[in-house]
């Protein structure tokens, strides 16, 4: 494997300057760049939906290599909250290919962890840095190891040797791809491609430690934040109190602060903040004609607007004005 291939971060300060070097598109490669706004359109095949967490001064990447009887992806992604997932009769196997570690999904530290993915997942993922991913997604076959997986998410805790066998792989895979695409085009080639994937994901899952088990104080609490966002999304021109919320929730104001910080990473108030003015944008962007920033705002409770737009542009690194402008003109 050329070990020039990715960029790997040393620490998360510098996730930002990872590239894609070595890559570029192919007959068999797809490679996008994405904004936030249009991100959503490469998750639907998982059933899952990002939130930003900021803007980002970087692009989103994806390269895709679809073969006979899986997918390959290689992400770099962004800050968000990520809700999902629906795979069907589907797995998704992602594989960290840098070294952050701040990641949590519903409130466990993801780490240096492999995550797998097996059918309906009801996860919330806090990623408030944006990580390089690869992504292995395939109908899962019906022997060892895979049928022992229940549905749901699981943290497998590969060894090292393990992960850094799994990455050489990926990388490598995509490397040919991209600059032998004619290889890739061969049936016997992609058979043997395949195998060699998902040999060496039997291969992580049979030499891993499962750390899927949820504690029932991490339960309780994805349950207190569902309510509590159910309770925020109902009528968002209202913005409660933490104590309201709180008490609406049927919890003590501590056990609210203790919740969403464990599954979202912020406090009650931010988490609030952040859902409405990602709704205000959406709004902004794909909303009915004829609609203003002013109502807008209004809608989802920001009465002040001077400092709606000045807590919209430190969000997303530019005015809703700009925004609403921009999708005028793109739906004109």
């Known amino acids: 494997m050329d070990q020039g ?3 790997i971060a040393p620490d998360e300060s510098q996730a930002e300057s990872l590239s894609f070097q070595g890559l570029k ?55 968000r909250i990520i809700r999902g997932y629906q795979l069907a009769h589907a797995v998704a196997v992602v594989v960290p290919m840098d070294h952050v570690t701040s990641t949590c999904i519903n409130g466990q530290s993801i780490g ?8 309906t997942s009801d996860c919330l993922v806090y990623e408030p840095v944006g990580r390089l991913i690869g992504v292995v997604y395939f109908t899962p076959p019906a022997s060892e190891p895979w049928s022992r997986l229940d549905d749901g998410y699981h943290l497998l805790s590969a060894p ?14 995509l490397e040919t791809a991209a600059n032998d695409p004619d290889f890739l085009t061969e049936p016997t080639s992609q ?33 207190i934040v569902g309510d509590m966002e159910g309770l925020i999304r109902h ?11 709180a008490e609406c929730v049927g919890v003590s104001v501590r056990t609210l602060q203790s919740a969403t910080k464990a599954i979202c990473g912020m406090s009650p108030h931010r ?17 009915p004609g004829r609609r203003s920033v002013k109502a807008c705002a209004i809608a989802h409770g920001f009465w002040h607007l001077s400092e709606f737009a000045a807590s919209y542009r430190a969000a997303f690194g530019e005015l809703p004005s700009e925004t609403l402008y921009r999708s005028v003109r793109e739906h004109s």
């Open 25 to 79: 598109p192919s007959p068999v490669l797809e490679l996008k760049s994405y904004d936030i706004d249009h991100f959503a359109d490469s998750e639907r095949y998982a059933g899952a939906s990002s939130m930003p967490l900021s803007a980002g001064t970087t692009a989103i990447m994806r390269a895709r290599l679809e073969l006979p009887n899986l997918s390959l992806s290689l992400v770099k992604t962004f800050p």
């Open 160 to 173: 090292p040797d393990v992960l850094a066998s799994l990455r050489g792989l990926i990388s490598a895979t």
């Open 112 to 119: 240096s962890s492999i995550v797998v993915l097996k059918g």
């Open 271 to 287: 988490y609030s903040r952040v859902l409405r003015l990602w709704s205000v944008r959406r709004q902004l962007r794909t909303g």
């Open 191 to 223: 058979a043997m491609v395949e195998q060699s994937l998902l040999g060496a994901m039997d291969t992580a899952i049979r030499s891993s430690a499962n750390s899927k088990s949820v504690q029932a104080t991490t339960e309780g609490y994805l349950r």
């Open 235 to 245: 009528d968002m021109t209202i913005w409660h109190k933490t104590t309201e919320l």
């Open 5 to 7: 291939l990715l960029n």
